[in-house]
T-cell receptor, first 116, second 110 residues
C-alpha cells in the first residue's frame, strides 16, 4: 500500500514553455502532499505544501507564480512550472502524507526536468 | 529549511560489513525518520523513531536517537550490494513538514 505515482519521469522542454507534473496517491487519500526540488548530489528542498481544496503554502524564496500547485482532489496534486528557463532544470519530487497520525511521507519516483 | 547534517558525506564498504552514518539536527523534534534514495529515484521510508524513543530496529537496520545531543545514527548490518544508495535523515515538527539532512552516499562493493 501507500503508492505514489509521479508523471512524467523525465521531460525536456524549450525555454519559455510550461510543464505540468502530476502526483497521484494510488491506494490512499492524501489531503496533504508536498513538492520538493533536488539539485545534483544535494538534499531535498521543500518548495510547497499542497492541501486539497485550498491554496498551497509556499516556502520562503519559492515563487508561487512560477510554480503553480493545484490539489483538486484527494488523490492528485499537480505542479506546473510556468515559463520554464534553464535554471529551472532540476529533479522534482512529490510526496503524500498517508494520515496525520503516522507522519510518514510516501514519495513519487521524481521528475527530471531539463529546460533547453 | 534544511536542519539535519549528516556524517559522513560518503561511505564505501565491502559487502557483509556494517555501515554507520550519523545525523545531527538543531531544533526540537517530534520524530526523526530515515529515508533511502536510489540514484535518480524517489525516496523510500525506512524507519521512524519518536522523540521519546532511544533505539529502534527494523530488519538489518538499527536507529538510535539521542535528543540531549540532538543526534541520531543509522546502522546497516551485513550490507549487501542492493544497499548502495543515498540515505537521508529527516526531522519533523508540529506542521508535518520534513526537514532533510544532506545525506550520506553509501557504496557497497561486491
Amino acid at each position: 500500500g501507500a503508492v505514489v505515482s509521479q508523471h512524467p519521469s523525465r521531460v525536456i522542454c524549450k525555454s519559455g514553455t510550461s510543464v505540468k507534473i502530476e502526483c497521484r496517491s494510488l491506494d490512499f487519500q492524501a489531503t496533504t502532499m508536498f513538492w520538493y526540488r533536488q539539485f545534483p548530489k544535494k538534499s531535498l528542498m521543500l518548495m510547497a505544501t499542497s492541501n486539497e481544496g485550498s491554496k498551497a503554502t509556499y516556502e520562503q524564496g519559492v515563487e508561487k507564480d512560477k510554480f503553480l500547485i493545484n490539489h483538486a482532489s484527494l488523490t492528485l496534486s499537480t505542479l506546473t512550472v510556468t515559463s520554464a528557463h534553464p535554471e529551472d532544470s532540476s529533479f522534482y519530487i512529490c510526496s503524500a502524507l498517508a494520515g496525520l497520525a503516522k507522519n510518514i511521507q510516501y514519495f513519487g519516483a521524481g521528475t527530471r526536468l531539463s529546460v533547453l | 529549511s534544511q536542519q539535519g547534517e549528516e556524517d559522513p558525506q560518503a561511505l564505501s564498504i565491502q559487502e557483509g560489513e556494517n555501515a554507520t552514518m550519523n545525523c545531527s539536527y538543531k531544533t526540537s523534534i517530534n520524530n526523526l525518520q530515515w529515508y533511502r534514495q536510489n540514484s535518480g529515484r524517489g525516496l523510500v521510508h525506512l524507519i521512524l523513531i519518536r522523540s521519546n524513543e532511544r533505539e529502534k530496529h527494523s530488519g538489518r537496520l538499527r536507529v538510535t536517537l539521542d535528543t540531549s545531543k540532538k543526534s541520531s545514527s543509522l546502522l546497516i548490518t551485513a550490507s549487501r550490494a542492493a544497499d548502495t544508495a543515498s540515505y537521508f535523515c529527516a526531522t519533523d515538527g508540529d506542521d508535518y513538514k520534513l526537514s532533510f539532512g544532506a545525506g550520506t552516499t553509501v557504496t557497497v562493493r561486491a
